[in-house]
């Protein structure tokens, strides 16, 4: 998922980074690949803070166009963090650096969000999305719920839609765990997976310079 994420960012980083004179050719692909680090630390640090459910709000898709995400919290997370990376990293000026931010890490969360909602783009998906940023704990919880409860066509969204209304999300015997049981676990499984890649992320991401 996160090559997918980083041609994504590639495939729409044309006006905001590669025709853009305040980012140097040699850089393009720097500042690709740190967008795309800003975008996959950020999710994942959110579900590893217990914020599943704001993704899922995210990736509802109601929300996708820019003005909305510009205003959603998570996005004016990742805005702000990947501005001071291109001044810090790039000695863009705090107006260059928030110009790129504010266009790019937009453009790639509404793309991804209609890439997840989309049946017809197989790369993307909810389910392949949290996997990836738990490190495979997404699978396992939709595994279990499975077992628990028969039905073999299930997918984490329908088991969080099915649970979310429940009261309180407390654990329950039926269902193999409650709502609060399933953010904890994905929580656990994205906290793992920063102590496994650390700062180790971006390297990940710049082998798929080409």
Request: no cysteine; glycine share 16%; net charge negative.
């Amino acid at each position: 998922m996160l090559e997918e994420l980083f041609n994504l960012v590639k495939s729409v980083a044309g006006n905001s980074v590669i025709n853009n004179n305040d980012v140097p050719n040699e850089h393009n692909d720097a500042v690709v690949a740190e967008a795309t680090n800003t975008v996959a630390s950020g999710l994942r640090n959110v579900v590893a803070g217990g914020g599943l459910q704001n993704i899922l709000s995210m990736f509802g898709g109601n929300n996708n166009n820019k003005q909305g995400l510009l205003n959603n919290p998570i996005v004016s997370m990742m805005i702000g963090h990947f501005a001071g990376k291109l001044m810090n990293k790039f000695n863009m000026n705090n107006s260059q650096a928030n110009n790129v931010a504010g266009s790019l890490i937009p453009d790639v969360l509404g793309n991804l969000v209609n890439k997840v909602n989309d049946p017809n783009e197989s790369g993307f998906s909810l389910d392949s999305l949290l996997a990836s940023i738990t490190g495979g704990k997404s699978n396992e919880v939709v595994e279990e719920q499975r077992n628990s409860s028969g039905q073999s066509g299930l997918n984490l969204q329908d088991i969080l839609g099915q649970l979310g209304g429940n009261s309180g999300g407390s654990s329950d015997g039926n269902s193999g765990g409650g709502l609060m049981d399933i953010i904890g676990k994905l929580a656990g499984g994205a906290q793992q997976q920063q102590q496994r890649n650390g700062g180790g992320l971006l390297d990940l991401i710049k082998g798929f310079v080409k």
